[in-house]
């Protein structure tokens, strides 16, 4: 078997024109542009590359994005200096800080120095508490664009057993939530799924593996998801960003492919559909803070 191919880039671009499409009526509308500011801390390549990525998104859909790209070694007042000044901007929108931070910074006192209404992110504690308990302010971008991903190719979780390896905060936790909520109309993206969550003390990783319907590799561990790993036509999103002598690697071997039914590939894969997200996000958030 050959797996379908859940091509983030394509799928990426459908809704890129639909925001691209909101974003020109609300202008024409006399209404502000949505705009995004992007602080980075130091000069990761890597963190540069994506914050690169999110503003040239942000052009392309008529929306305004601004980089504050600040010293490694900031302290962490000026850092929260900077986020205040932001949060009292009216026209910023979004504000996302890119991680990770410079280990003297401590990340949770920057995440909470966001105001929730702005965290487009969805990392605040508020905004995460209001997912858990299926009243999302928004959605955190990288499990909202696996879960389009899956939906606007064809495979609705509802139902289904899904599998998800590792348990981040920014990924595998939330995407947990998320598969397993009922979808009502406060929580359109409820996907009612069966869920189960792999980390490092799981016993039998392949065995529970093989039972999912849906298996989403988060882990950041190049190829940890082999073959053997999935029951043959499953569906396999890979959301690993790996850096091997500098090319990017996911998770999931590439053999994988001659045993899933479909399968997300790295790069094109979740990562045009994380950014995606995060524009929609801000979007949502301009739309919010006019009313
Ligand atoms: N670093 C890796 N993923 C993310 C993300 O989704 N948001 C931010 N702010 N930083 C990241």
Not at 94 to 100: A, E, M, R, S, T
């Amino acid at each position: 078997m050959t797996a379908q191919r859940l091509d983030g880039k394509a799928t990426a671009a459908l809704i890129r024109a639909e925001i691209a499409a909101e974003v020109a009526a609300r202008t024409e509308e006399g209404e502000t542009k949505p705009g995004l500011a992007v602080i980075l801390v130091g000069d990761d390549p890597a963190s540069q590359t994506y914050v690169r990525n999110k503003r040239k998104a942000c052009a392309d859909v008529g929306m305004n994005s601004w980089l504050h790209h600040l010293p490694a070694d900031i302290t962490q007042d000026d850092l929260l200096e900077d986020i205040a000044e932001l949060d009292s901007n009216p026209g910023v929108h979004g504000i996302l800080v890119q991680l990770p931070l410079p280990k003297h910074i401590h990340e949770e006192a920057v995440l909470h120095a966001i105001d929730p209404l702005i965290d487009v992110d969805c990392f605040h504690p508020e905004n995460v508490g209001r997912l858990a308990t299926g009243h999302p302010r928004y959605y955190p971008c990288t499990p909202y664009g696996v879960i389009e991903l899956l939906r606007r190719n064809g495979h609705d979780p509802a139902g289904k057993e899904v599998v998800i390896v590792g348990r981040s905060n920014i990924v595998g936790k939330p995407l947990a939530m998320m598969m397993a909520q009922k979808k009502t109309a406060a929580n359109p993206t409820g996907c009612d799924a069966t869920v189960t969550i792999t980390h490092t003390r799981t016993q039998n990783l392949a065995d529970v593996c093989r039972r999912a319907d849906i298996l989403i590799a988060a882990v950041g561990k190049p190829a940890i998801i082999t073959p053997d790993m999935v029951r043959p036509g499953a569906v396999v999103v890979d959301v690993g960003t790996n850096v091997v002598d500098g090319k990017l690697i996911g998770d999931v071997d590439p053999r994988v492919a001659e045993v899933a039914g479909a399968l997300s590939p790295v790069p094109g894969g979740v990562g045009p559909m994380t950014i995606t997200m995060l524009l929609l996000n801000t979007l949502r958030a301009a739309q919010q803070l006019d009313v």
